[in-house]
């Protein structure tokens, strides 16, 4: 199957930069999103990789090594409000067809 | 945001009884997908459609049933609920595959099944 894997929680403080990784599998891979979720909320998209590299897009960023099967999101300049869960998710084409997602990375801005 | 919405939003139900859920859009997307999340789980894809009457299974599908008659809403029904089909469920759109394109959530369901 195609394992998706992010930390479970992370802490980090309001300012500052936190890096979320996530792994996963190459075969068949097409390209990988990050999503946000607020608390009872709905997921929304935030990025989608394709191409090696790193997108930005105002202070969030991602990054892609399709050849190591790595991904990261990049938060800077922290604000409470962006206390959430971010869900990495990849697509996969071929017989999977699926777009698999990771349990997500609980992230906790303090003041 | 997408024009996805989700009804009912909130439901408590009994073992045993049927429960339909129901998603509308009003993108005219082709592809609606329904998917269940859990703690520890993520989101996981119970069954999806890629156009009128054309559905197909996801990775959860059992005990769960789907029917898609108009573009605009895609319903799933639980014939006769389990308290392991207690979940948030959530509707998701997209103009392209699911392996190609981007996919827009609806606000979900809390589905608790006593």
């Known amino acids: 199957g195609q394992n998706i894997d992010q930390p479970t929680e992370m802490t980090a403080t309001e300012g500052a930069i936190v890096q979320i990784n996530c792994t996963y599998q190459t075969s068949g891979f097409n390209g990988l999103f990050w999503y946000q979720q607020h608390a009872g909320e709905a997921p929304t998209f935030l990025s989608y990789?394709?191409?090696?590299g790193l997108e930005e897009k105002g202070r969030f960023s991602s990054f892609l090594s399709r050849s190591k099967g790595y991904s990261y999101l990049l938060l800077k300049e922290l604000q409470m409000k962006d206390s959430a869960s971010y869900l990495c998710a990849a697509h996969y084409g071929g017989a999977t067809n699926k777009l698999i997602f990771g349990t997500g990375t609980l992230l906790a801005v303090q003041p | 945001d997408a024009g996805i919405t989700q009804s009912p939003r909130h439901k408590v139900t009994e073992t045993g009884t049927p429960v339909t859920l129901r998603c509308h859009q009003t993108?005219?997307?082709?592809?609606m997908y329904w998917y269940r999340q859990d703690p520890g789980h993520g989101l996981r894809l119970i069954h999806y459609?890629?156009?009128?009457?054309?559905?197909d299974k996801g990775e959860v599908s059992d005990g769960y049933s789907v029917s898609r008659s108009k573009t605009e809403d895609f319903l799933l029904t639980l014939e006769s609920a389990t308290s392991s089909q207690t979940s948030v469920y959530f509707c998701a759109i997209s103009k392209g595959g699911p392996s190609t394109d981007t996919q827009y959530f609806g606000p979900g369901t809390r589905l608790t099944v006593l």
């Open positions: 993108e005219n997307h082709r592809y």
């Open positions: 990789n394709v191409l090696d």
């Open positions: 459609s890629y156009g009128v009457k054309d559905t």
